[in-house]
């Protein structure tokens, strides 16, 4: 592995970011890992070396970059599936126009790699819903899906024009609980545990049996970097790679904790989300990733929610 490498990670102070952050720090050495986002979060690892950046601001970028001789950038700034609904131009804006200042970068060979997280949400309802291929029909219905279903298409021409080391997956949701959700359809599966323990009550914004691929963070954070640590032959797919670990609906996430909490409740009142989801597969195949780089999750339902539980549980035994 590279030591040498310089790294700048733009929204970092997310619910990705923060657990990226520290995950790149023990790999290349706190020095080497620059964060930046629109302000900062006290979420981020004690110690980080962090720069305000405005993901648009090319100028501001560049002059980051120079200063810190960054190669390598992870770009996470972008707004999710249901907040981008609620402003789907400055959605687009943000989400488009920091992608083009990164892979523009990456063309003028200011910089050697990026990353850039994609999205479950590039399918939509005409897409096959049950084992989801990685080639297949894609037709999102939603502003975020539209970008990121964009943005891949940009980043495939940028590496066969212009030979751009951009590396991509599509998460499915992402459960964590270091930090919050950012607005996202899947936001459900994580807000559940919080309300499991400090209230027994949870009502949901999705219907009960809403199937949707998930992920627990720490598979998620295994699976960017190991794509970002393949050599470069075996990344065969600069679109975007399916991923996937595991799926589950509001009903058996809820039966899963309530094994662990007895007197927990549930209720479901759908909202805009439930139409959003809907659209989405309800599993993933994907066994490009796992044959091209090894891909392979850890973290089953089971194994989730006692480590949601735990943790959150002593997170709140801190806070009083
Ligand atoms: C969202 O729900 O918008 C995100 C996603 C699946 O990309 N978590």
Known sequence: MNRK??????????????????????????????ASDIKHSDKLPEGTLFETLDAMDVKQLLTIIKKHSVNQVYLLAALLSATAEKNPEFAWKLNMESLFNVLNLGKEKIIQKIYWPSSIAVFGPTTPRVNTPQFTIMEPSTVYGISKQAGERW??????????????????????????????????????????????????????????????????????????????????????????????????????????????????????????????????????????WDWNHSYKLTDIVDEMLKMLSNDLKKLF
């Open 155 to 292: 980043c495939e021409y940028y590496f066969n024009k212009f030979n751009v080391d951009v590396r991509s997956l599509r998460y499915p949701g992402l459960i964590s609980w270091k930090s919050e959700p950012g607005g996202g359809t899947t936001d459900y599966a994580i807000h559940i545990f919080h309300e499991a323990i400090k209230t027994k009550r949870y009502n949901c914004f999705l219907e009960e049996n809403t199937t949707l691929p998930m992920m627990y963070m720490d598979d998620a954070i295994k699976a960017t970097t190991q794509l970002m640590d393949a050599p470069f032959e075996s990344v065969r797919i600069r679109s975007s790679y399916n991923l996937s670990a595991i799926s589950f609906s509001p009903k058996e996430i809820f039966e899963e904790i309530k094994k662990h909490i007895p007197d927990f409740s549930i209720s479901y009142l759908p909202d805009f989300r439930q139409k959003i989801a809907e659209s989405w597969p309800a599993t993933i195949d994907d066994n490009c990733a796992r044959n091209d």
């Open 5 to 34: 490498e310089k790294i700048l990670i733009m929204g970092a102070c997310g619910q990705i970011g923060t657990e990226l952050t520290a995950a790149l720090q023990l790999t290349y050495g706190v020095n080497n890992v620059i």
